[in-house]
């Protein structure tokens, strides 16, 4: 089924311990609508970017058949730009430089024909922004959404009423408890999901993930890997895998919702293999089945 | 089958952000030896306490069948004494004081009735004298031992000498990377388990644990409790409870190694319910296997 991603799209300039990649392409929607491509047509994004986001790039979406008809390009403008150090550990990360450019005017325009998708992934934006998304699109049968710690602190009336308007909220394990204030995550989804959304997923990077519904709590491993290389956009290759599957399989209940976390963080394991989207450019559907084979192996128990 | 478990014995001071609990029966033998007697029997401990440790003491062991013959009692000596403070998140702590009294003198002799024991269990001791235990035991199926990081950076020729003489390991992750020198814990499991150990147990608190074997790894979720109330013995705990679990199965395989993990992380979940060992005097076998089966729900994909 159709997935609408609205979100970032940028250059990354991203250092790590092993080294770095300049002007990588990045954003919050492009590694969301890359990884969920993998599962599902058509993914159709809602952007904007400069003038220097040229054919090559747009070529890496199309490639993926990632509709990008509804991705504004403003002559002249530069496309958003972030550049970060990773530290050893790569847990942590410094942000050494944030240009938003044509980012800053972004004012998200729902083509006519995107408006009826019955997937909607808002990624992490202004949380305004995600209102004017929801403000335009009809009748969804599932909107997920992300934040992050700059709108939890900055924006949290705008983000409430978001989170009033969705099903599916995911956050990662210190952006949850801020919101929350409560250290324990048991008492923070039970908080949060007060505030609307009746699914909530908190990433806990290394640690795995943990999805709280109606029906309980499941528990996803993280995937114990030899080498990380680069974490960036594995929280929205998460998000994007996780949307895929549901739409891919058509149907949104419990189980369906467990198979999705592990697609996402088989999605994110990849991620973090290789630079910015690089290994995402080049996954085959058996390396993503046998990989999500290996999540289930993780927590198999006989009888 | 038996069990030998060595360890400390200790009285706890323990202040939490919800109260405090002083003169509280504690140490590793101790924490162990509770969590194993809900599986098999006979367990028996080896230890020392001075004569403040009481017949109301011996009694709660008692209580649960474990034999307490090979405790040294020192006349007019005082049991080994530890307080600590607790931090807000619960998964920090300051040690306030430590007296060893008694226990500074402690040379661990292995009643001969018990050198046959099929299991043994090492708390965390100085690993001088986990190598004076092994030096009394005949033929045991299972080696397992657990250590911290005073040995780790105080004893570690001892240490390695230990290794290579026991069958699983239990660290937790802080330990396992200073053991290792590596921050990445795939890297870290290879690098201990060839100094020994075939099977290794990370143990990673609130984010559960991880098993490392010739057949892969496996990964338990931690039991998301909406209250912690004092962490204490929960590392012992879950060793009590998996020795515990292979006991009573008779079978060292992948799979019972897997439940055994489980049935720990269920133990140690009681454990931090109520101060010390409290809500270890009092579960049922009832209780044991739901909690049981709730890790198992946290962990279930339907096909």
Known sequence: ??????????????????????NTLGGSSTYIALSASYFTDPIRMVGVVGSDFGDEHFGLLHAKNIDTEGVQVVE????????????YDMNTRDTLDTQLNVFADFEPHIPQQYRESKFVCLGNIDPELQLKV?????????????????????????????L?????????????????????????????????????????????????????????PAFPLESIFDPTGAGDTFAGGFIGHL??????????????????SAMASFCVEQYGPDRLNELDLLEIEDRYQSFLDLSRIGS
Chains 1, 2 share one sequence.
């Open 1 to 22: 089924m159709s997935i609408l991603v609205v979100g970032s799209m940028a250059f990354d300039d991203i250092e790590t311990p092993f080294g770095r990649s300049d």
């Open 76 to 87: 002249n403008g530069k496309t958003f730009r972030w550049a970060g150090r990773y530290h």
């Open 134 to 162: 929801l403000d335009q699109i009809e009748k969804p049968d599932l909107v997920i959404c992300d934040t992050m710690n700059f709108w939890i602190e900055g924006k949290p009336e705008e983000l409430k009423k978001v």
């Open 164 to 220: 009033e308007r969705v099903d599916i909220f995911i956050v990662n394990d210190s952006e949850a408890r801020l919101l929350s204030g409560d250290p324990n995550l048991v008492k923070t989804a039970r908080m949060i999901r007060s505030m609307g959304p009746k699914t909530l997923i908190i990433k806990k990077g290394e640690h795995g993930a943990l999805l709280f519904t109606d029906n309980g709590i499941f528990s996803a």
């Open 247 to 264: 739409s891919r399989c058509g149907e949104i209940n419990e189980n369906e919702m467990r198979k999705g976390v592990l697609y996402g």
